[in-house]
């Protein structure tokens, strides 16, 4: 096997195992690195080598992924290595800063430096249409685009570190609130005698109309076109009312829908009644 074939992953957690896991059935040779014992069993026996070191696993690949729970889990990790000359590819979630700081890292020990944000769960690692943002080395990014892309479809944003966590976070900002949102309706169902079984459907559907949302309130906010035409800020804030009431009549908790009742009539008292929702990314853009 050649070494364009190696790759080191460093924690197997779920992420890591299901990395390691895709690379083994691709063919690769795997080495493999976790700071705790025991998790590696299943791999090994798949045909991966465990490394005693994470400094023993990067020095046996060309490029070492890294699924850690943060990027400061890295440094400990890391101290000691010998990096030079190495290929760091940081798949741990973190925020755009810890990115930027850790691509300068690992730039003074001589290492090419890619930060990325993996935007399924590990159940769709390794399939083609799973989407995993990358930033940094483009150099890096296209001597080893191959390697990278049998863990899911990278999408490059640039050189600049900090950008494939900034979109990842960008995700993260929609996908909590959304999933959040859900378990919100989910538990006023439940206080109304229904299941989460009993409203999938209509939550499918609510969460299937969001993009239309997107597509038409996004081109409005670049056009700075808050004429509020087809919805006004009053209508909707009405609307927020009723399922902040919704909430509170049901005897659950109202915390996250009464932050979120603040903000329309924010707008509303900003004088912003007649105009779109649109506004709201306004009020938004400086502290409450
Ligand atoms: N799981 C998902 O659905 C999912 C989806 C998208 C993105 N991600 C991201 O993928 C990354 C890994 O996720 P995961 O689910 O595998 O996380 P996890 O279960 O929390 O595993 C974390 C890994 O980090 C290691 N670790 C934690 N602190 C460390 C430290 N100080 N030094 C060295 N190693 C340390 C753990 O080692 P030990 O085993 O020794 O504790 C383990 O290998 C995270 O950044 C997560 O946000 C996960």
Not at 122 to 128: E, N, T
Not at 162 to 188: D, R, S
Not at 248 to 257: F, K, Q, R, V
């Amino acid at each position: 096997m050649n070494s364009s074939n190696t790759v080191s992953i460093l924690g197997l957690g779920p992420m890591g195992h299901a990395m390691a896991a895709a690379y083994l059935d691709a063919g690769y040779g795997v080495t493999v690195w976790n700071r705790s014992a025991g998790k590696d069993e299943e791999l090994l026996g798949r045909g991966a080598r465990r490394a005693a070191t994470a400094a023993e696993a990067v020095a046996a690949s060309p490029v070492t992924v890294l699924s850690l729970i943060d990027v400061d889990a890295m440094y400990p990790s890391l101290d000691g290595a010998d990096l030079t000359g190495r290929v760091l590819v940081n798949l741990s979630s973190d925020v755009p800063e810890k990115a930027r700081a850790a691509a300068e890292w690992a730039a003074a020990r001589g290492a090419s430096y890619l930060t990325g944000g993996v935007t399924v769960n590990p159940s769709g690692v390794g399939k083609p249409d799973s989407q995993i943002f990358v930033s940094g080395s483009e150099e890096a990014y296209e001597a080893h685009r191959a390697t990278l892309d049998v863990l899911g479809a990278t999408d490059f944003q640039g050189s600049e570190p900090g950008l494939a966590q900034l979109h990842y976070q960008l995700g993260m900002t929609m996908f909590w609130t959304a999933f959040t949102g859900f378990q919100q309706a989910v538990a006023i169902a439940r206080a109304n005698g229904l299941t989460a079984a009993d409203i999938l459907p209509h939550a499918r559907a609510t969460a299937e109309s969001l993009p239309g949302f997107f597509d038409w309130s996004g081109a409005l906010i670049d056009a700075d076109d808050h004429s509020g035409e087809d919805a006004r800020l009053a209508m909707c804030a009405a609307s927020v009312e009723h399922v902040l009431h919704t909430a509170s009549a049901a005897g659950i908790d109202t915390g996250i829908l009464a932050a979120h009742a603040a903000l329309y009539r924010r707008g509303i008292e900003a004088g912003f009644g007649a105009d779109g929702t649109t506004r709201l990314v306004d009020l938004l853009a400086e502290p409450a």
